[in-house]
T-cell receptor
Framework: AQTVTQSQPEMSVQEAETVTLSCTYDTSESDYYLFWYKQPPSRQMILVIRQEAYKQQNATENRFSVNFQKAAKSFSLKISDSQLGDAAMYFCAYRSRGETSGSRLTFGEGTQLTVNP | NAGVMQNPRHLVRRRGQEARLRCSPM?????VYWYRQLPEEGLKFMVYLQKENIIDESGMPKERFSAEFPKEGPSILRIQQVVRGDSAAYFC???????????????FGPGTRLTVT
């Protein structure tokens, strides 16, 4: 079974600065997807960024980028120019490409990000 | 195009009562996923359904929990004889096709917060 670990329960960053959230995962599969989700106080789950394991290039979405290290099974999220609206719980998630196993997302425990003005 | 709808948003039940949580997927989506988020934890997969079929229920507790997605109407997650440990946020997600082999996103609803007193 796959597991996802986020070792930082809480992180803080000054507005306009850069912060990196860590995520490691364990799998025996070679092809899969990785995601970062944001959960603000409203509790709505919002997809921030996605990475396909077969792609070597790191995904980027505006101020959000990832550092995907497949051999190390590491998938960190970098937020540049942090904004107050980035404050939220961030979850790293794994999804298989299997027909049925690909139906479920496996989430880490989350990292609570605080942005200080 | 309305997003995934869940109701009620908040539900309070006494121990021993039944809880029924509803999820209306996005228009055109025929695949529904239920996740549970216990306090201070990440989301955990419960069940994956297509119209009139349960595809993967590997995350469902063996007793008291059931799910359905009828041909017409919303998907229902039913919890019988609720206990305090069932208090959690229950999220529904939907997708237009099976997400395993493709990178299609699961779109999340706002969740139902169940409190058992």
């Amino acid at each position: 079974a796959q597991t996802v670990t986020q070792s930082q329960p809480e992180m803080s960053v000054q507005e306009a600065e850069t912060v990196t959230l860590s995520c490691t995962y364990d799998t025996s599969e070679s092809d899969y997807y990785l995601f970062w989700y944001k959960q603000p106080p409203s509790r709505q789950m919002i997809l921030v960024i996605r990475q396909e394991a077969y792609k070597q290039q790191n995904a980027t979405e505006n101020r959000f980028s990832v550092n995907f290290q497949k051999a190390a099974k590491s998938f960190s999220l970098k937020i540049s120019d942090s904004q107050l609206g980035d404050a939220a719980m961030y979850f790293c998630a794994y999804r298989s490409r299997g027909e049925t196993s690909g139906s479920r997302l496996t989430f880490g425990e989350g990292t609570q990000l605080t942005v200080n003005p | 195009n309305a997003g995934v709808m869940q109701n009620p948003r908040h539900l309070v039940r006494r121990r021993g009562q039944e809880a029924r949580l509803r999820c209306s997927p996005m228009k055109g989506h025929s695949h529904v996923y239920w996740y549970r988020q216990l306090p201070e934890e990440g989301l955990k997969f419960m069940v994956y359904l297509q119209k009139e079929n349960i595809i993967d229920e590997s995350g469902m507790p063996k007793e008291r929990f059931s799910a359905e997605f009828p041909k017409e109407g919303p998907s229902i997650l039913r919890i019988q004889q609720v206990v305090r440990g069932d208090s959690a946020a229950y999220f529904c997600a939907s997708s237009p096709i099976r997400t395993g082999p493709v990178s299609h996103e699961q779109y999340f609803g706002p969740g139902t917060r169940l409190t058992v007193t």
